[in-house]
């Protein structure tokens, strides 16, 4: 990637000072990288977050499974958002956040083992909202679950084990784009059925009404539980336009470009662009955030 793809002068726009941190994250192509889902060049920055108990959250349209699989390799114990902001998931001790009980869950699922905030509708709605949009589009919508684990390989090239971990859906359903179809009647015909979809160019998911990445992220961060009242900023990394929504919703909006720039669909709005692709991108943006914060936390106030 070329040089001109700078990340902006945080100084003029950003004031955190000894402000506390959030970091909302999307995953693959931001914190991951796109080609081998590794995170390499961030590891000793996402030690050192941690050290210094600053939440990085992954919001991400992946489902729990595939992230609980993720926080094992990061060693991660920080909130998570799934499937398209359908959920926000607390540990049951993470005293940072204090998630009210909204929906009740039975004592012996999974879900049990955490404070869920549930945003979206359950996998059955959803399965059934699809049919219902397919009904009146007048075609066939291939969910995940129609397409079986090796189709499902196929066309996204996971492995088996990820494959499983991926149609584990719980609030949502991803399907087939049907690419004869205009996007913005698929969108009036989904709102029609009482759901929302955010359109992907392989994959798109069918998500309850009140799901999406910003909505997630303005309830965790309306649950942060701030120490005496003490000034949050929100961070926000993204790389495509699913990641508006959360961006819009934060403080300071990175975007982290992909090998031939940011995407076009992310530009106009005077964001903050990372120097490079992927982890490295991410962690050099995340710095510039920091060593700001360190100047300006030792300027005297005026």
Known sequence: MGASFVIADFNDDVSIGNDLLII?????GTLLEPEN???DAAESLLVSLKTQQVPVIPVTSKTRLEVEHLRQILSSTDPFVVENGSAVMVEPHDNR?????THSVAPDSELASYQLLQLGC?????????????????????????????????????????????RA????????????IP???VKEVVAGQGFRVVLGDRFSHLIGPHAGKGHAV????????????????????????NDREMLEAVDVPIIVPGRNGPHPGLLGKDWAIAPFPGAKGWAEAITSVLEVGAVMAQRPSS
Do not use: C, M, W
């Not at 956040?97 to 009980?101: E, M, S």
């Open 218 to 241: 303005r309830a965790l961060t309306q649950h942060f539980q701030s120490p005496a009242s003490e000034p949050v900023t929100t961070i926000g990394l993204g790389n495509s336009p």
């Open 169 to 180: 859906r719980e609030f949502s359903e991803p399907f087939v784009t049907p690419r004869h």
């Open 122 to 166: 359950s996998y059955a709605q959803a399965r059934q909202g699809l049919q219902a949009v397919a009904t009146q589009l007048g075609t066939t919508l291939q969910g995940f679950a129609d397409l079986g684990e090796a189709e499902v390989e196929r066309l996204t090239g996971l492995l088996p084990n990820d494959v499983k971990r991926a």
């Open 24 to 28: 909302f994250t999307d995953l693959d």
């Open 37 to 39: 889902y590794r995170f």
């Open 183 to 185: 996007p913005d009647h």
């Open 97 to 101: 956040f204090l998630i009210p009980a």
